[in-house]
């Protein structure tokens, strides 16, 4: 069974930074596409940003140009850095792997707050 494991998630202040890392095992890591999803209190998860097997890498416009998406298969890890922070960001994290035949795996979730 494959494993995601997030973490990095924390309390920060707006306008502060935070790096997000996930990490799969029992799984060939480089034919996955990556995604980090959030799901904020009383809303829908959203995807956040992606980086295909390939390296292609695509955003959702709330996040452009201030969250990086990549990924080292030699670690089997995705990392999500986030910059210039603002309260609407606070939410649960999740890493989701997407692998041949339609199979996902998510992960269990990193929390994340924005706030003074």
């Known amino acids: 069974q494959v494993q995601l494991v997030e973490s990095g998630g924390g309390l920060v202040q707006p306008g502060g930074s935070l790096r997000l890392s996930c990490v799969a095992s029992?799984?060939?890591?480089?034919?996955?596409?990556m995604d980090w999803y959030r799901q904020a209190p009383g809303k829908e998860r959203e995807l956040v940003a992606s980086?295909?097997?390939?390296?292609?890498?695509n955003y959702a416009d709330s996040v452009e140009g201030r969250f990086a998406i990549s990924r080292d298969d030699a670690k089997n890890t995705v990392t999500l850095q986030m910059n210039s922070l603002g309260p609407e960001d606070t939410g649960v994290y999740y890493c989701?792997?997407?692998?041949?035949?339609?199979?996902?795996?998510w992960g269990q979730g990193t929390q994340v707050i924005v706030s003074s």
């Open positions: 989701r792997a997407r692998g041949p035949f339609r199979t996902s795996y």
């Open positions: 029992r799984v060939i890591f480089s034919n996955l596409d």
């Open positions: 980086v295909t097997s390939s390296g292609s890498r």
